[in-house]
């Protein structure tokens, strides 16, 4: 009957549970999403992508700060967003209390925030002499920002390092919230993470800043990095003194490895790859082990030579595919983190990693 098999299936999950070495964790950038991945069983958040509460009727305030430049202005911009995003972090925190939240500062492909070039230049056109003065300079910083990679470009800790201030906004807005959540008896527990790290100087530029603010504030937070990029899996022994953590962001390093673009290729040829048997399954679903899996493995190693007590994680979209997650155990990863929905797949799946692989076969 229907209540066997639901008993049958908490059975399973409990006892998956009870197996398995590795934590799961969730992707997620709003309570409600923070709230639905701890029903389905998540122990913390392992990608918080800020750059996702930037959208929507935000786009304004960035926009502002993209026109701002150096300066006051620029100033203003941020401490405009500040309370914003202060806001937006206490909620995750209610939602997750007690339990891990991982906050990658924003790591925004830029096109995706920056206005349309091709409907802004028509929209200037069209107006003639009664465009207006903000459109005339949007339109301008927009020709002046304009990547033809941008996958490649202003992103991540470059991003940081090219707006000082930005990241800084964000470590005084999660500290502030942790203060407010404390006050009002919760148990937040934040951990900051610098995005598309490539070497270890860029990681103690934004290391140093958030630790001063940390200091200021009396809030502790472990400080870790993305390893996304393969330099950074290659030099993962130098990145290791500045990082607490690590957790590979696959999309980006199966993208970087492969040289496939993420958002694009795989209508292009992906299919006949498969029907050549180049690989069973694209790679951007199931870890490549040979290639990505191989960086991964010399990030844990060379990771873990340095600080035998850095913490490992992924939070790729392969932190939720079965087969990527029985890897993850196999290098001796400490967690994965996926989408809400793919929560109770990846638990039962670290609980028979621990099974088939044996836990002796985990280094
Ligand atoms: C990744 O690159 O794997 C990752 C988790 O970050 P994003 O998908 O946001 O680039
Ligand atoms: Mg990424």
Not at 130 to 156: S, W, Y
Request: net charge negative; with cysteine.
């Amino acid at each position: 009957t229907g209540d066997e098999l639901v008993r049958a299936v908490d059975r399973l999950m409990r006892h998956a549970d009870g197996r398995r070495r590795m934590a799961v964790r969730a992707n997620a950038d709003t309570p409600e999403d923070a709230a639905r991945a701890r029903r389905f069983g998540a122990q913390g958040i392992g990608l918080c992508r800020t750059e996702h509460m930037f959208l929507g009727e935000r786009r304004q305030l960035v926009e502002d700060l993209i026109l701002a430049g150096p300066g006051a202005a620029r100033q203003k911009a941020l401490d405009a967003l500040e309370p914003l995003q202060k806001a937006d972090f206490a909620g995750i925190f209610e939602a997750m209390d007690g339990t891990p939240v991982t906050i990658r500062l924003i790591d925004p492909p830029l096109h995706e925030f920056l206005p349309d070039l091709t409907s802004l230049s028509v929209k200037v056109a069209l107006a003639g002499d009664d465009a207006t003065p903000r459109d005339r300079e949007l339109l301008a910083a927009v020709r002046r920002l304009h990547e033809q990679n941008p996958m490649l470009g202003l992103r991540g800790v470059r991003l940081g390092l090219a707006v000082p201030g930005l990241f800084a906004m964000q470590v005084r807005a999660i500290a502030a919230a942790v203060v407010e959540r404390r006050a009002a008896g919760g148990d937040p527990r934040a951990e900051i993470m610098i995005p598309l790290v490539g070497a270890v100087q860029e990681l103690e530029h934004v290391r140093d800043e958030a630790r001063r603010i940390l200091a200021e504030t009396g809030v502790e937070a472990m400080i870790g990095t993305m390893i996304e990029v393969p330099r950074a899996a290659l030099t993962a022994g130098q990145i290791a003194e500045a990082a607490e953590f690590f957790s590979f962001g696959t999309n980006d390093l199966t993208q970087m490895t492969w040289g496939f673009s993420r958002d694009d290729v795989e209508a292009a040829f992906f299919a006949r790859y498969l029907d050549l048997g180049i690989f069973g399954v694209s790679p951007f679903e199931t870890l490549d082990r040979a290639g990505v899996g191989r960086l991964m493995d010399i990030a844990v190693h060379e990771g873990r030579a340095t600080r035998g007590d850095l913490k490992l994680g992924i939070c790729g979209e392969h932190g939720g595919d079965p087969e990527s997650v029985r890897f993850c155990h196999r290098i001796g990863l400490d967690y994965v983190s996926c989408s809400p929905f793919r929560v109770p797949v990846a638990r039962l799946e670290a609980g028979r990693a621990v099974v088939t692989a044996g836990d002796s076969d985990t280094r």
